[in-house]
């Protein structure tokens, strides 16, 4: 018999705070300022969209925050997530690495998303809040978000980007069993959507105009809050759990990662596993940190670092964030999740500081990694994870021809159950890896 | 914080026999018959499909057989799958009742069917073959053997019945993300399908006449065995994994069941959850079994217990099984898994012996109880596992009425991911109940 691939921990190991990374910081984080004014922002100005409790965690100077146990009575449901060692993949590259991958696609949404929907649920209904309106790419946080407001009873009003409307129905159908109204961005709903529709009534959408539509939506209806599923610094804070199990599973396994990687789109499954280790850097001692973008779409690789809108209509407040511009449209991709013009300011910060590596793949090379991994550890990938495979697999050939080993922790933050005609495509020969055209 | 909801095993707890009722049964099956000459069938006359490790499985003696190290270094990749108990629907139901499900889901095709595909795929590798053929219905087993085949390098076959290939594209991309070559049944690449085909050509197709043509393509092929994914006495066998983890996964919730459930199509899921516990009933202890089916297709409750063939073109041997006839075409209910005209001989024969409760739904209760599930468990399960759901939920209100607790299990045996049009249609009131009209 072979050597243990699984690392499992039980209820009690789940994590019982959030780790913050913000009081750690060497240099704080440049404030995000109002869309109108250029003023810093106060806490006040994120009332109209935000629960407090929620604002103040995006602020917030403590280290630790106290997971509240009704949201750990969700987590349960699904948590802790496995760690896999790769053995069989290790096997078929005939590496000297060890590669383990953090599989988040376990939840019943199918990703690490419900992290954050459950959290941030949670606090709009305790105060008081009825419905919540959200925008969402590939439909993974739009579903994340529909589960964890029914599960508290919430209704939610989810815009969801033309392109993976289209492409991924079933996301759409999963959405509407879990209770939620989705509409097609840009839609005839609100003034930002009949806007871009008004110029481009073809457009294939974006995260940055959904998101438009979402904030108008909460912002134009008292009974309704906005909510975001990445970029923010308490959607990172609330992913953490990720990283906090994978260093209690990697103990188990008797290992400390030398390179950490998850795949990049606004951050927020990235920030979730490689948080905790970003922290251990800025005390000196953390592995490498890489971050995997879609060439399509190439924030951190080709954006600069400045002050930026994060939608299309400029409703929301400035942040200073790695950005290929608020009117950048990508092509639309089958990674709909990493479709974000911007990163989350957190990691850029911590990428400008020089603790996070970045790359970016063509379509093409992540398909072929995410077929590799299913021959393989057998499980089919979203798009998304599999740009994370393809930066691991990269990883481990280059300790096999360098005659190294290496020690490989990489998120495989979902499925890719809703993302199969993608790999029909690709196998077809049909994946056209579109060049990256920028805007901005 | 509330009390423990999630039973996991780590993978020195994976069984590593599987159990064999066969030696404990107080009067022995009737054999199977040759489809032409009616002689009781010897281990020579399966041998043109079937490896011989297989069929000595399917009469063998042994009380327990040793699980192979390879086969239990696939299985490490899933299992053992978790237990959980379902406080939040307990909850919603304000039942005195203890439900527990085990959660088959978590597999990489998304169901139980790749315990046996795992072990079928090894055992024909073992004998030199080169290709399975099989059949599928709703896609659940189909994409097992493909991932099954895939992982041990073999190539695979699926016939898929018409209905399901139309009404899951998605299953069929899974199978071809895993390499399958996957015909919708009746197809014309066998002589059965071409003669359905001639006499319907709008056929929906059904599990018989798929097994057919695979059937057919494995014996006019030399190199190609056939495969299946239920109903024979080696498959339920591999399945017994289930109730062995589910038996100690209760021991750690410190509490024995009153009534294990399961779906019930040919008998695979229900088997490998009830198998443990059937054997505790021949010993005179164990709990009551409840085998769930659809109102479309009742075999164990409108059946009749005699020979018949297990496929529609009279290739298979004659065996001794409830049956609604091998020429029977169920209606196309969303359970394609269930859509099977016969049930697993072993477990007719411990249902004639009145071990067993059969029970028969439509599938609005069903989807009914599906969309309470997922409200409160958050998992979208699949129409087949939902089957089980609405039976224990029924269990769990008659034990609120009666005002007596009881302590219920039932096998969660698939998502579904695959079947969100289904949840749409019903959810649109588009979910006609078909009335049961048999055929023979």
Chains 1, 2 share one sequence.
């Not at 935000?50 to 509240?68: R, V």
Request: glycine share 8%.
């Amino acid at each position: 018999m072979s050597e243990q691939c699984k690392f499992l921990l039980d209820d009690r190991q789940i994590p019982t705070v959030w780790t913050n990374i913000l009081p750690f910081l060497p240099e704080p984080m440049a404030p995000p300022l109002h869309p109108q004014t250029g003023a810093p922002l106060g806490p006040q100005d994120l009332a109209p969209i935000f629960p407090m409790e929620l604002i103040e965690q995006e602020f917030s100077p403590k280290a630790e925050i106290d997971i509240p146990g009704e949201i750990l009575d969700i987590y349960r449901l699904w948590r802790a997530t496995p760690l896999y060692r790769a053995r069989r993949l290790e096997k078929a590259l005939d590496t000297p690495a060890h590669i383990y991958y953090k599989y988040e696609g376990t939840s019943p949404a199918g990703s690490h998303k419900p992290n954050t929907a459950v959290a941030q649920a949670y606090y709009n209904k305790r105060a008081g809040v009825r419905r919540l309106a959200t925008e969402t790419g590939a439909g993974q946080w739009g579903s994340a978000l529909s589960l964890a407001c029914k599960l508290f009873g919430l209704e939610s009003t989810v815009y969801m980007v033309r392109v993976s409307y289209d492409q991924k129905p079933y996301r759409r159908m999963m959405m509407h069993a879990w209770g939620a109204e989705v509409f097609a961005s840009p839609s005839p709903q609100t003034n930002a959507g009949r806007a871009v529709l008004a110029a481009a009534p073809d457009s294939p959408g974006s995260l940055g105009i959904a998101i438009s539509e979402a904030v108008e939506d909460a912002a134009t209806h008292g009974d309704t809050n906005y909510s975001l599923g990445s970029v923010l610094n308490h959607v990172l804070l609330h992913q953490t759990v990720i990283g906090q199990e994978t260093r209690l599973q990697m103990r188990m396994a008797g290992e400390e990662p030398d390179v950490v990687i998850g795949c990049f789109g606004g951050g927020s499954n990235f920030g979730g596993l490689a948080l905790p280790y970003l922290q251990d850097r800025l005390a000196g001692k953390g592995p490498r940190i890489v971050a995997v973008e879609p060439a399509a779409c190439p924030s951190l690789t080709q954006g600069s670092f400045r002050y930026d809108y994060g939608d299309t209509a400029k409703l929301t407040p400035l942040v200073k964030m790695y950005t290929l511009g608020h009117d950048f449209v990508p092509p639309g991709i089958h990674a709909g999740g990493l479709r974000y013009h911007g990163a989350s300011p957190l990691l850029s910060h911590l990428a400008d500081m020089g603790h996070i590596e970045a790359r970016a793949y063509p379509q093409t090379p992540v398909f072929d990694a995410a077929l590799q991994f299913a021959a393989t550890e057998g499980i089919l990938a979203a798009p998304e994870a599999a740009h994370a495979i393809r930066a691991a697999i990269d990883e481990a050939v280059s300790a096999r021809e360098a005659g190294l080993s290496s020690t490989i922790v990489f998120c495989l933050s979902g499925h890719g159950h809703f993302d199969l005609s993608a790999y029909e495509q690709y196998r077809a020969g049909e994946l056209l890896d579109q060049s990256y055209k920028a805007t901005a």
